[in-house]
């Protein structure tokens, strides 16, 4: 009986320390979208990466990101739609992303995890970007 807003559309901008290909390099970036509730979420994120070369326009990335995601906390036992209020949460998601000339394809996942009354189904965040 629950709705899920299927629609999750939201901004952001990211920053990375790329210079070469098969080195490491690090990225960060602040997100703002609307989850599937419908409210708005903030995320700030870091990472080491290392990117790839796979032909003259594209490349693909892996790597591991720390973020602290500020939203409406719907996970925590006896917390409704209606009542929950905005919290931190914390985590770590591995991510990669696919590069074509300046249009990329970002994906990160956050894995299922319980901790104390905290209770995270896993999700998968993908995104589109475009480098200025």
């Given at each position: ?41 903030y995320t700030v994120s870091a990472s080491p990466n290392i990117r790839f070369k796979l032909s003259e326009n ?75």
């Amino acid at each position: 009986g629950e709705h899920y807003n299927e629609r999750n559309y939201g901004a952001g901008y990211e920053f990375t320390s790329f210079e070469n290909y098969d080195e490491l390099y690090f990225g960060s970036n602040f997100t703002a979208l609307k989850d599937s509730f419908n409210e708005w979420q903030y995320t700030v994120s870091a990472s080491p990466n290392i990117r790839f070369k796979l032909s003259e326009n594209s490349a693909i990335s892996v790597g591991l990101a720390a973020f602290v995601m500020y939203k409406k906390d719907n996970y925590k036992d006896g917390v409704t739609k209606e009542n929950a209020e905005y919290d931190f949460m914390a985590g770590m998601a591995p991510l990669s992303s696919f590069y074509y000339k300046d249009f990329s394809v970002n994906a990160a996942y956050v894995p299922t995890f319980d901790y104390k009354d905290i209770h995270n189904v896993g999700f998968l965040i993908v995104y589109f970007g475009w480098r200025f």
